[in-house]
């Protein structure tokens, strides 16, 4: 990327506005050394700069510490500084080196340049939707499962923990499509793997941000769980590997792998691969993170705003339903024809996007809208601001699920173009195709086999959003009926 290329998705061929430089642009007043960094709240920081965006412009400065970071809320520049990774952008350089000194392995989650050019090949592989399809079975048994337990919550007319319940569901999906483990959290009081995985992200996200680093004098018991944590993930990532390996001495098996790991061990394996034991290692954990938080939290999300539209829920219920009429398991091709649903889950992603702000890092000198971007400059593109606004999506802040299939007078590409949850450009998120089919899976076992009685918070005040690297809801409880 070059200074004569604005990453702004203007016309290349348009004169050339005059440059702004990062120091001119306006910004919230900060302290001496510390900057704005005292003045976040890391629960809800991706709302504080939503708010400053509205005060200072689409491009303003912040100052972390003595580093000032160009927050950027225009789709356009953020889609087009997105589309020149890995070259042009990298993701924050102070990311990747505390999730090394965490303990977590290098996967493709936090691979740049060639590093992550030879693991995206490999994680591709695996999750492309063929492969996907050999582990459905696993994702039904996932389903019925919890089934069970909302059937058993139903009958005693218990309201359940919504996140925790599906985070468990997202974590036997990915241990069985992904590794070909069954962990079963969904039938066990234990959930072993899911308390310790649920320590991470949150982690480190607050020392991502923090302004001294603390840790490396004294832990916090918070710190000292963190490194339990860790420790015990990363021993259930090598057993998950080594019985991988021990499966893949068959050579039949080798030729078709059955799951996710297997087919990353195989493509690893293969001569001039490049791909290291730690890197298949970190792709695991970072499948395990990624795919329980993000999953399972827009589906807290999906449901809620259902519940909070009875129309779409009708809407919804029905085609399920009409979907589901010659009973038994739920198969690929019923998922594939719930448009509705899907768009529901599209809508979801719109409103409340699990990943709501990310740090990028220039790699050359370059443009970022009308802003000059030196080598080594922090952005933080927010995620949503254009999604949600009227200039850019029509009657943005409503749910209407519609849109995403032209229905009412909408367009679905208003909404398309703006709304970027899986990421864009070369590093878009590689598992989106599994992640809706585990959603779609959750809406089929929710919407064909109960009814809602009620979904809120316990005072039935709107949850707030909470960002712990991944944006979820607090304390949405469900309570249901049987159908």
């Not at 069970?148 to 990915?174: E, N």
């Not at 089929?444 to 109960?450: E, Y």
Request: glycine residues 8%; charged residues 20%.
């Amino acid at each position: 990327m070059s200074a004569q290329m604005p990453t702004d998705g203007r016309d290349p061929g348009a004169p050339a506005a005059p440059l702004r430089q990062l120091a001119e642009l306006p910004g919230p007043a900060g302290w001496p050394l510390v900057g704005n960094l005292l003045q976040l709240e890391p629960a809800r920081m991706h709302l504080q700069l939503a708010q400053w965006a509205s005060t200072y412009g689409r491009f303003f400065r912040l100052r972390m510490g003595p580093t000032t970071v160009l927050v950027a809320a225009d789709h356009a520049a953020v889609a087009a500084a997105l589309r020149e990774r890995p070259d042009g952008f990298r993701r924050t350089l102070r990311q990747q080196r505390i999730a090394l000194e965490m303990g977590m392995k290098p996967g493709l989650f936090g691979a740049e340049g060639d590093a992550w050019r030879r693991q995206r090949r490999m994680v591709m592989a695996a999750f492309d939707p063929g492969h996907v399809s050999a582990y459905y079975p696993s994702l039904v048994r996932c389903g019925e499962r919890l089934a069970t337990l909302w059937h058993k919550a139903a009958a005693s007319g218990r309201a359940v923990d919504l996140q925790a319940d599906l985070m468990r569901f997202t974590v036997d999906a990915i241990a069985g499509l992904a590794f070909g483990t069954d962990v079963n959290t969904l039938g066990s009081d234990e959930n072993i793997i899911q308390r310790h995985l649920d320590k991470i992200f949150p982690k480190l996200f607050t020392r991502i941000i923090s302004p001294l680093p603390y840790w490396r004098w004294f832990k916090l018991p918070s710190d000292k769980a963190l490194d339990v944590a860790l420790v015990e993930v990363n021993r259930a990532i090598d057993g998950f590997i080594a019985a991988a390996r021990e499966r893949l001495a068959d050579p039949a098996r080798r030729a078709a792998p059955q799951n996710l790991l297997e087919a990353m061990i195989v493509a690893a394996d293969e001569p001039g691969s490049g791909i290291t034991d730690d890197q298949v290692s970190g792709n695991v954990m970072t499948m395990l993170l990624a795919g329980e938080d993000t999953t399972a939290n827009t589906l807290a999300w999906a449901i809620w705003l259902l519940a909070r539209h009875p129309e779409a829920l009708a809407r919804a219920q029905g085609e399920v339903r009409r979907v589901m009429a010659g009973g038994g398991p739920v198969t690929q091709e019923a998922l594939a024809q719930l448009d509705y649903v899907e768009a529901c889950m599209h809508e979801t992603m719109r409103l409340r996007p699990v990943a709501p702000l990310l740090g990028l890092e220039a790699l050359k000198d370059g443009v970022v809208g009308d802003v000059a971007v030196p080598t080594g400059t922090m952005v933080m593109a927010l995620m949503r601001h254009d999604s949600i606004d009227d200039q850019h999506v029509p009657e943005a802040k409503l749910f209407k699920p519609e849109r995403w299939l032209g229905e009412g007078g909408y367009s679905p590409a208003s909404a398309k173009r703006v709304s970027m949850p899986f990421g864009a450009g070369p590093r878009m998120c590689p598992g989106r195709y599994l992640a809706l089919q585990e959603m779609k899976m959750v809406m089929v076992t929710l919407l064909d086999n109960f009814e809602l009685a009620s979904v809120g918070t316990e005072d039935g005040s709107e949850p707030a959003e909470r960002l712990m690297f991944a944006m979820a809801p607090v304390g949405l409880r469900m309570t249901l009926r049987a159908a």
